[in-house]
């Protein structure tokens, strides 16, 4: 009983602290600068924006946009086009979106375009993980991609690693192109609450049991608890006209709830536009409210854990920043899913044509919350889907890796009954598959799945050639080398054949197949001999 009190005891962290101040921020970056990129193994949730459909909503939109500023003025198309990525993450949205970008430059003729896109994140480990990533390094050979320390809770210089530029106004002549995915809602937050027609702060408390204390920190911030003290405020709480007509707003036309306000975006969104010249063009998704409406009758704001932890965006708050302070915004339809908002700092978004259509289309159309709400329904099913359906869904993801190995299993279970056209279609397209695998630690390799395919369906040359790619990534395996001898046999490479069996019965010799295999090949090849 005495260790159970022991147990219950708990550590106060920090009292009554302005929620922007707290040291939850603190834990966050040094979560993320521990872990660098193994937080996005299992931890962190990231797909819903890093695929290949999303991918293309934002290529095609930045590059309408492209065009449309160049339309407008023509010499722009003697600077380069900068696109900084927030929080870069794990890098695969970075992949598919240079990847589309370079696609989409060749087939609009838009070559002698310059665009540099910037991974940036605040932590070196990542920014190393991308400097040698195989998958970019094509598009680093072309001054496609570079790189940056950038920290968004400071103010502090964005310097490119590879061409050793400094993103600052002499730089930026063309309006400067912002990705920020998963990054608005894991930055800090002001918040507070509206009651009886006032407006007071939440001033946080945090504590968390003794036996989850190390070093004097919390080991596990899922066991964090925290608590809310409330401090009536005065106007001018920002000393800011552009953020303090937005908390009056709220003041003004909340019931009763509590609410979150951006202010750590805010700053970085601020530094940005000094560094551009006031020319900042934003794109963000993330889980969010974008309406008054939605951020009436809420409770005090939780914590959502996973790894790290992230909060509800303000998506109303930074669209209304920006047309305070003269610029305009795009606030998709509500509905369940992740938001999509488009953000300008220097124009009418109704100004550009193009992106406008682009906007229409990839936001407010079949947006990347669409996507993942119809691709989560199709992956309860997928065991009760025929081959032609698995196909078309991979077609709409755009051939996504990530999603085939999920049903690889289902689809060389089909190939024998389905129809052939059906089966060609997706052999026809398994390069783009491959082209689209990005590594990351500890995850399956797409390379030997689409081996497994082709060896399903008899195309012993092709998976050849996907299994000895795989080894790069999957190393020496028993399964690797008794399907690559296999493949080589029925090829007629019979003496390679024989080796690899070698190397796979040396992994396992136990394997009964491999030496019955091996000792028929030993006869075959004897018996080869003896004819000649």
């Not at 949205?93 to 990847?99: A, W």
């Not at 009651?195 to 964090?224: F, R």
């Not at 509590?258 to 601020?270: D, N, R």
């Not at 560094?275 to 409770?299: E, H, R, W």
Request: hydrophobic share 40%; glycine share 4%; net charge negative.
């Amino acid at each position: 009983m005495k260790n159970d009190t022991q147990n219950d005891r708990k550590v106060v962290i920090e009292q009554h602290k302005k929620f922007s101040e707290s040291c939850l921020w603190k834990m966050q970056r040094d979560y993320f600068d521990q872990e660098g990129i193994n937080a996005w193994v299992n931890q962190v949730p990231f797909y819903i924006t890093s695929n290949p459909y999303i991918a293309n909503c934002y290529a095609q939109i930045v590059i309408r946009f492209i065009r449309d500023t160049i339309q407008r003025n023509p010499d722009a198309i003697n600077h380069p086009f900068y696109i900084l990525e927030l929080g870069t993450g794990s890098g695969r949205f970075s992949f598919y979106v240079l990847k589309t970008l370079h696609e989409l430059r060749q087939t609009l003729g838009m070559q002698d375009v310059s665009i540099c896109y910037v991974m940036s994140d605040f932590t070196k480990n990542n920014v190393q993980y991308y400097e040698t990533h195989p998958a970019l390094q094509p598009y680093l050979a072309q001054g496609l991609v570079d790189f940056a320390i950038f920290d968004m809770e400071a103010e502090r210089p964005i310097t490119l690693l590879k061409k050793n530029i400094r993103l600052n106004p002499e730089t930026l002549i063309n309006p400067l192109t912002v990705f920020a995915n998963y990054i608005f809602d894991t930055v800090s937050h002001d918040a507070f609450t509206v009651h009886e027609g006032k407006l007071y702060e939440l001033l946080l408390s945090i504590a968390t049991p003794e036996n989850n204390m190390h070093d004097n920190k919390p080991v596990n911030m899922e066991h964090l608890s925290i608590d809310y003290k409330v401090n009536e405020i005065k106007n001018n709480y920002y000393d800011d006209p552009d953020l303090d007509q937005i908390l009056d707003i709220y003041k003004q036309q909340l019931t009763e709830s509590s609410f979150l306000f951006p202010i750590g975006s805010i700053k970085a969104i601020k530094l940005l536009k000094k560094l551009s010249q006031n020319k900042l063009f934003i794109i963000s998704s993330d889980k969010g409210y974008s309406t008054v409406a939605s951020l009436d009758n809420l409770g005090h704001p939780s914590l959502s854990f996973h790894g790290s932890f992230s909060m509800m965006v303000n998506f109303h708050a930074l669209a209304n920043y920006f047309k305070n302070s003269g610029g305009d915004a795009f606030l998709q339809t509500p509905h369940k899913g992740i938001k999509t908002s488009v953000f300008s700092s220097h124009q009418q978004l109704s100004e550009l044509p193009e992106t406008a259509l682009a906007i229409h289309q990839y936001v407010e159309g079949v947006s990347a919350a669409d996507y993942f709400t119809l691709h989560r329904r199709m992956s309860d099913t997928f065991n009760e889907c025929s081959l032609d359906i698995i196909a078309a869904h991979l077609n709409l993801t755009g051939w996504d890796p990530h999603i085939y190995l999920k049903l690889a299993n289902r689809v060389t279970a089909l190939v024998e009954e389905s129809d052939q056209d059906t089966v060609a279609f997706l052999a026809k397209n398994m390069p783009k598959m491959a082209a689209n695998y990005y590594y990351m630690p500890k995850s399956d390799c797409i390379l030997f799945e689409i081996a497994v395919f082709f060896h399903a369906v008899k195309r012993y040359a092709d998976a050849l050639h996907y299994y000895q790619q795989a080894q790069h990534y999957v190393g020496e395996q028993f399964g690797l080398f008794y399907n690559i001898a296999l493949c080589e046999h029925h090829v007629g490479k019979i003496e390679d054949a024989l080796a690899n069996f070698a190397r796979a019965i040396k992994i396992d010799s136990s394997s009964k197949e491999a030496i019955e295999w091996m000792t028929y090949i030993q006869k075959e090849l004897a018996d080869k001999t003896q004819t000649q």
